[in-house]
């Protein structure tokens, strides 16, 4: 016995009891240490939690005060029989939750990551995107969606949108490709899915990748799918203002390419391979393998409290959806006897729309002005409406790198009429049957008010 053991005890136990040989790892505080390296740098103690719940349960008053001090209490006697958690990013919690979503969306292999954009970067990682490459957006959509293939030296082409789904147009998309395309991004505009079956036919003619923005799409299907399931890869968003949140940002990323659904995790956190070891050292670090060649992975890793939000709402979220959905059949049900507006597109067996956002669509001459007129009398009313995105072509960001704004606009006139003249996004979750009854009818009125010159 060595003159250490002599005066502490075996390593291999702990308060007199022996603890369960196991190989030692650091990272984690596994294995028996005499002097162990916490997985966890700086716990959060009681006090922390207890702001944590004032921040998700917000309130005033006495009656507050009171039901608060009785938390604090509880969690005081709870804090003396805890323990802390021994991992707070890519453990347990992110692996339910990834196992959760893919036995709703029936796909396999999902990835959880950071965000929705943390998702298409991989995806564009994958298609190898580099200077001179192309990729086609639809030209109303969300910066995210063109940010990494910009930020590496891509052209971007803008395809027109659809006039009623405002989704992207699979006959000018076949229009906008060329020998330099590598990939495709059709957007589920406000949860509605695009048409899927034409704009992969597309992509699979030219040996193009599809990634599918499907931020606003979590729920949705097409033709008996879910979306996630279809094309090369799909990505969704849980940001607070989506229809299910993980904790304010997070994002799920699946693909139908078997044999790079194995590298998915490495994609997520630079390429850290255990299966393999430096000479000296724990792993090593591999690339990922894209279509052309290999690639070097980001860091788009999530923590557990995250994970835990996004299983917690995924329990509730065929609710979610219901509600969402109801309201807007309410609201196409008042509607969609004026002539003056163009009803939402509620779906069909064969499309199933998540219901993200309530599109409002008129015809300018039957209204008596367009939806700019509309817009102003439903603020003057107390509605909130905005036209989620703007046409991505009018932004600095673009003309800063050579874009001729409106050249691209003369290829886009759909996106020219439909923003400009015809649509706003309403409100559609979250609202009362009398703040329903109330939209709708400021709706109508003013429209009346417009068709009268008022």
């Known amino acids: 016995m060595d003159k250490l053991t002599q005066r502490f005890g075996s390593y ?19 294995g028996a240490s005499r002097v162990p390296w916490a997985a966890v740098g700086e716990n959060y103690n009681e006090s922390d939690t207890l702001e944590i719940v004032k921040f998700l349960m917000q309130g005033e008053g006495d009656e507050y005060k009171k039901a608060l001090k009785t938390v604090q209490e509880s969690l005081h006697g709870l804090n003396a029989v805890a323990n802390a958690p021994g991992k707070l990013s890519l453990g347990s919690q992110v692996e339910k939750a990834e196992k959760a979503v893919d036995k709703y969306l029936g796909t396999e292999g999902s990835l959880f990551v ?91 003619k030219h040996d193009i990748l599809v990634l599918e923005d499907a931020a606003h799409a979590f729920g949705a299907s097409y033709k008996g799918r879910k979306i996630g399931t279809i094309s090369d890869f ?47 050292w724990l792993y090593d670090i591999t690339a990922i393998p894209g279509k052309y060649g290999p690639a070097v ?29 109801e309201a807007a059949k309410y609201m196409t049900s008042r509607l969609a006897g004026n002539p003056a507006v163009i009803p939402q597109a509620m779906g069909s067996k ?25 817009k102003k009398k439903l603020e003057e009313k107390g509605v909130t409406n905005i036209p989620h995105f703007g046409p991505l072509y009018r932004f600095d ?19 020219e009429e439909v923003f400009y ?34």
Do not use: W
């Not at 992975?297 to 959905?325: F, P, V």
């Open 12 to 30: 291999d136990r702990k308060d007199g009891i022996p603890m369960k040989k196991a190989s030692s790892d650091f990272r984690y505080n596994t």
């Open 114 to 204: 950071t965000n929705a954009t943390a998702g298409f970067e991989i995806a564009f990682k994958y298609a190898n995107l580099g200077p001179g490459d192309e990729v086609i957006v639809p030209a109303i959509t969300f910066i995210a969606t063109m940010a990494y293939p910009l930020s590496v030296g891509c052209k971007v082409v803008f395809c027109d949108i659809d006039p009623i789904t405002l989704n992207m147009d699979p006959k000018d998309l076949e229009k906008k490709i060329t020998k330099k395309t590598k990939m495709v991004v059709p957007v589920h505009i406000g949860g509605y899915p695009c048409d899927m079956d034409a704009i992969n036919a597309i992509a699979k």
């Open 234 to 280: 799909t990505s969704f968003s849980f940001h607070e203002v989506k229809n299910m949140t993980s904790f304010g940002e997070g994002g799920i990323l699946t693909t139908n390419i078997e044999e790079f659904r194995p590298e998915l995790k490495r994609a997520r956190f630079l390429g850290l391979n255990f299966t393999r070891k430096i000479k000296d």
């Open 297 to 325: 992975a980001g860091n788009s890793s999530t923590t557990e409290i995250q994970a835990l939000g996004l299983t917690l709402q995924l329990h509730r979220y065929d609710r979610i959806i219901q509600d969402r959905t």
């Open 350 to 374: 064969d499309v199933v729309p998540s219901f993200h956002l309530y599109t409002l669509q008129i015809d300018p001459k039957k209204a008596g002005g367009d939806i700019q007129v509309l």
């Open 397 to 415: 960001v673009l003309r800063s790198l050579g874009y001729d704004e409106n050249a691209i606009a003369a290829t886009c006139p759909v996106t």
């Open 421 to 454: 003249h015809r649509f706003t996004h309403l409100p559609i979750y979250g609202l009362s049957k009398d703040q329903l009854e109330y939209m709708a009818d400021a709706v109508l009125a003013s429209i009346d008010e417009m068709q009268k010159g008022k």
